[in-house]
Structures are given as structure tokens and as C-alpha cells.
């Protein structure tokens, strides 16, 4: 069959229609700050030389900034830094000019309700786990994140909870997936990617399998609460990387390719607090090694692109438009997402 | 009508296909969109313009190779391609 055949399949016509109107989020992502409460294992912002740049303060200097991130196009903001609720007026400048976006944050403040984005609260293990993957900055076990977060953030829909997996927390999972469902939240997942230069004993090595048979498992138990699909959880646990099994589109790896830019490649860019950006960075994880990236952001935007890779075969079609629809429903504030169309076989 | 132009237009018509249920103005579009305008320049966003491409290999019976999209720029660059590739009757 063919991908026009395909789209005679009403289930499968109906969820392409229902992602191909999201095609036109054209997204960037942006540094607000350079200070964070906490240094976690393997934070791909102190990585590299990027966090050592002189953060711009000037909300006025920040909307005229996203003016003309929007003239060029722009249309999804991914603000992160290091911890962006610490800078609520960056928040502010760029909501009030782009409207779809999210942010990622630790979730220890609160964001102010007035902003729409969806916010992204990482979360690294249990409370056994937590304190010892995110330490304060002054070198101290950091606090347990999740019970913060969930009363800072209690009743808000704009929140979904990150899990990052890891070589060993796996098992911590069943802990955190109860307190969030507890609290009528919403989880995803991701996985740890090691930094290009100093790898990092958190990065999984031989547990890929455990995690994807977790990822499945609480998926299958809890699909009110977990936003993950089976093509997600094959795809991020594959022992290729995104970048092996996909090529890479974000200009960083492109140009490392010497490829011809096209799509994401020629309008993405990573903008670090003095908002500067270079190709050699312009990625949505820079400083991780691309051999280990499994990172849940640059599947979003790698996985996606890759329509033409999905159409051998309508199982594999169907994998990629649950990949799509979960990645909208992660992205977008507001989007539901729809049952699996595909389910993976061991 | 010559058979240049027959080939521009099936294209087209391929084209506003693959836009029909994304975020555009159609009617617009095939106000302004020319031969020659690039699709980058007219606001096609880069899926929809790889789902264009999958529908003219369905069409046209022809397989576009990814290394190619970036060639393929312009509905002009297209009915170029699939008249070398697939001998498209090419007299004016």
C-alpha cells in the first residue's frame, strides 16, 4: 500500500487530519536564564561553555527580541535555560508576543497562571532517588522535587510531569506515577542522554530493554495518566540512537553532515541567555553526544519530520501518527490525545 | 494547452491536495503561488510539502529520493524532475 492507500483507512485519515493542522508550529528554543537552584547529573545547560554567557535582563530587550522571532517565523517558543520560573518578566515579554509554547522547569516556583504555556516539570526519580541526581548548586543533595512541584502546581492543566529514565531508576517509577495520578496529573517520559564531554554514570547502558518494558507497562496500567505510545517507547529505547535511526534535522547535527538545510534545519536556533545563538549549538539539547541523544524534545522534532521514513508499511504509518499525536499532546496545551493506533510486539 | 503546461497544472492540483486541512488560505495560495514561487517563500511548511511529495510518487508511479526534497523547491523544479525521471511528455 501507499501512503495516498493509506489515507483511504478512515481511523488512519481521520488522526492524519487531525495532526496535519499542528504542521505549521515552526519552533525555536531559548535560554532565559543562566541561574538554577539545583545542578542535576549530566544537565545538558552547564555542559559546554553556554551557561558562561552574560544573561540580557531587560524584559523590554527580550519582547523586541520575540517581535522579531515571530517576523521570522517563529511560532512555538521551548523555554528553558537554566530554570526559567526564576525569571517570570522573560515569561511574560515572550508570551505576550508568541503565544504557543512551553516551558521547561524544575517546578520548585510557581509560574504565574497568566502565562498559557504548557509547562514541562522534570522529575529524575523517587524520593530516594530525586536528591541524589539533582543536588543543590552548592554541592548538597538537592531536594525531593515531586511533593514541591505538585503543590506548587496543584489543579493546573498547563503542567505535565517529565520522567527521565536513567541507567538505575526504573524501579522508582511505580512511586512517582502514584503521587502524580493522585493529584489527576498527566506524565511523560524521557530518557537520559550523556553529555558530549563528560559522560555521565547515569547514562543507560545495558538497562535499555528494562526501561521500555517499564515505559510499557505503566503505560498499559495507567492510560488516563500516561502520555507515551508504544512507537515512542520502541523508538527512545532503540540501543540506536534518534540519530542513527533517523538522522538528525537540527542545524547542529546538519551542519556537522554538511547537509543542504531544509525544514526545522533552516529556521531553528538555540538562543542562550545574551540571546546569541550559533549553528554549532543550534539543537534542542547542544553538549549532549548525538551517538547517546534519546532526548524526548529532539525525538518531537526529529521523529515527526521523518513522515517519508513512515510509509513502508501502514503499521509503520500508524506508529508514526500515534508518535505525532502524543508529541502534540505533550507540546500543546490543550490537544487530547486519541487512542494507539499501533501497538508494538516484542 | 501545451503539455508543459498540463504537467504544472496536475502538479498543482497535487499540491492543493496535500494543503486542503493544514493551517492555509487555498484560494489565496492559487492566487499567488506561481511555477516559480518557492515553497519556503509561499509559507508551505515543510511536512505538508513532503506529504506533496508522497502524493506525486502515488500520482506519477515514481519514487522521489529524500536527498532530492531539497532540489525540489519549486512546482517548476518538480515538473522538471518527473519529466527527466519519468519522461512526462515535454513539448510545448
Known sequence: MSFTEFLRIPEVSQRYQKVKKYFYLRESAYDVTSVCQLRCEGCYYFEGDKYKVKDNRDPDAWKAFFEKEKERGITYVVLAGAEPALVPQMLKACYSVIPFGSIASNGLKGIDRDIGYRIHLSVWGDSTGDPVYRRYSSGRPGPNCLPIQLKNYKNDDRVIFVYTFNHENANQLDEVINMIRGEGHKLTFNVFSDPLLNSSPLKLRDTLQKTREKMIDAMEKYPDTVLYSYYNAEVHTNEKSLEQQFGCIYPRAQQAAGKAAIGISNTFRSYRTDLTHTTQTDCCVPDTNCEDCRHYAAGSAIVSSRLSMHIDSESKFRAWLDYVDTYLAVWVLGYQRGENLYKYSA | ?92
Open chain 2, 1 to 92: 494547452m501545451s503539455n508543459v503546461q498540463s504537467n504544472e497544472m496536475m502538479i498543482k492540483d497535487i499540491l492543493w491536495q496535500s494543503l486542503r486541512g493544514g493551517n492555509y488560505n487555498i484560494t489565496e495560495l492559487q492566487e499567488q503561488l506561481t511555477a516559480n514561487t518557492r515553497f519556503d517563500d509561499a509559507g508551505l511548511d515543510s511536512l505538508d510539502i513532503v506529504d506533496f511529495f508522497l502524493r506525486v510518487q502515488d500520482e506519477f508511479e515514481i519514487k522521489l529520493r529524500e536527498e532530492d526534497y531539497a532540489k525540489l523547491a519549486t512546482i517548476n523544479d518538480v515538473r522538471t524532475y518527473l519529466e527527466e525521471h519519468k519522461g512526462l511528455p515535454t513539448s510545448q
